[in-house]
Nanobody, 120 residues
Framework: QVQLVESGGGLVQPGGSLRLSCAASGIIFRFTGMGWFRQAPGKQRELVAVISTGGNTGYADSVKGRFTISRDNAKNTVYLQMNSLKPEDTAVYYC??????????????WGQGTRVTVSS
């Protein structure tokens, strides 16, 4: 049974930082493309960041230069470091996985989501 378990969300002031973690089980992690989506209230889910099995990364324009995705294959965990947070980053963040090198826009597996609120 595949599980993706996110942690690290919470309330942060504008300009602050958070690090999200996603622990994966039930998959061969090093052969799995990983990434993060988010869904803000009243908006569609959007792709935020991806990391391939080879460590190549990609970001939405809205988060480039502020967010960093990374993975630790020894811990079966993917991270999203979020700096210089803005109120518009407020959303539920979902970890996702695609069996294969690169995460697709239709992942095979989803986490349950972790809420990030950026507010003063």
């Amino acid at each position: 049974q595949v599980q993706l378990v996110e942690s690290g969300g919470g309330l942060v002031q504008p300009g602050g930082s958070l690090r999200l973690s996603c622990a994966a089980s039930g998959i061969i992690f090093r052969f799995t493309g990983m990434g993060w989506f988010r869904q803000a209230p009243g908006k569609q889910r959007e792709l935020v960041a991806v990391i391939s099995t080879g460590g190549n990364t990609g970001y939405a324009d809205s988060v480039k230069g502020r967010f960093t995705i990374s993975r630790d294959n020894a811990k079966n965990t993917v991270y999203l470091q979020m700096n210089s947070l803005k109120p518009e980053d407020t959303a539920v963040y979902y970890c996702a996985a695609t069996l294969g090198a690169v995460l697709t826009t239709s992942p095979d597996y989803w986490g349950q989501g972790t809420r990030v609120t950026v507010s003063s």
